[in-house]
């Protein structure tokens, strides 16, 4: 497609497992960013790769949290041992240069 | 803290009504761009602004950023019920390569 895609669109987990959230950006973006977002609220910035740079990764929240983008391309976003205090939409997006960013719709996680 | 403060965080006001959403910090922004964002969607941009005093106008909306590019305002006039939704103002920090965001504005338009 045209845009950002996620996957997951929903994802329901249990307390203590892991779970992968995936984006695939726009073809040809060389900067992809994961954020997120609880209960209608602001942007949390997560993490931030720009080319073949070292991520950006001061937004982690913890140890928990990690992220990968294979190739230039697809980026997973992993979070480890889940807690309730993750259910949020994790939203992807990505763009030319620190300029204009699409989104996906994001993925919702919820934590039980 | 929140490095980009807007407000209010929410609004509710009638149809045909003006009303202007503020979006501060204590940094300088090399840009500053303002997103809308509807329910189970990602945020759209809607515009940026990068030099300082800058006014933009996008249909009823205006967009100004603050001399020192440390603020912006977004301002909508006669507003409508397709206004409804949330506003966040994310900036591009000096030196940094990555948008901050605001909490967001809620705004609801009613008929």
């Known amino acids: 497609g045209a845009g950002v895609s996620q996957s997951p669109s929903n994802k329901v987990t249990e307390k203590g497992k892991d779970v992968e959230l995936r984006c695939d950006p726009i073809s040809g973006h060389t900067a992809l960013y994961w954020y997120r977002q609880s209960l209608g609220q602001g942007l949390e910035f997560l993490i931030y790769?720009?080319?073949?740079?070292?991520?950006?990764k001061s937004g982690l929240p913890s140890d928990r949290f990690s992220a990968e983008r294979t190739g230039g391309s697809v980026s997973t976003l992993t979070i480890q041992r889940t807690q309730q205090e993750d259910s949020a939409v994790y939203l992807c997006?990505?763009?030319?240069?620190?300029?204009?960013?699409?989104f996906g719709e994001g993925s919702r996680l919820t934590v039980l | 803290t929140q490095l980009l403060e807007q407000s209010p965080q929410f609004l509710s006001i009638q149809e045909g009504e003006n009303l202007t959403v503020y979006c501060n910090s204590s940094s300088v922004f090399s840009s500053l761009q303002w997103y809308r964002q509807e329910p189970g969607e990602g945020p759209v941009l809607l515009v940026t602004?990068?030099?300082?005093?800058e006014v933009k106008k996008l249909k009823r909306l205006t967009f100004q950023f603050g001399d020192a590019r440390k603020d912006s305002s977004l301002h909508i006039t006669a507003a409508q019920p397709g206004d409804t939704g949330l506003y966040l103002c994310?900036?591009?920090?000096?030196?940094?390569?990555?948008?901050?965001f605001g909490q967001g504005t809620r705004l609801t338009i009613n008929p």
């Open positions: 997006a990505s763009s030319l240069s620190v300029g204009e960013l699409f």
């Open positions: 602004v990068v030099t300082g005093g």
């Open positions: 790769f720009q080319g073949n740079s070292a991520p950006d």
């Open positions: 994310a900036g591009d920090l000096q030196g940094a390569q990555k948008l901050v």
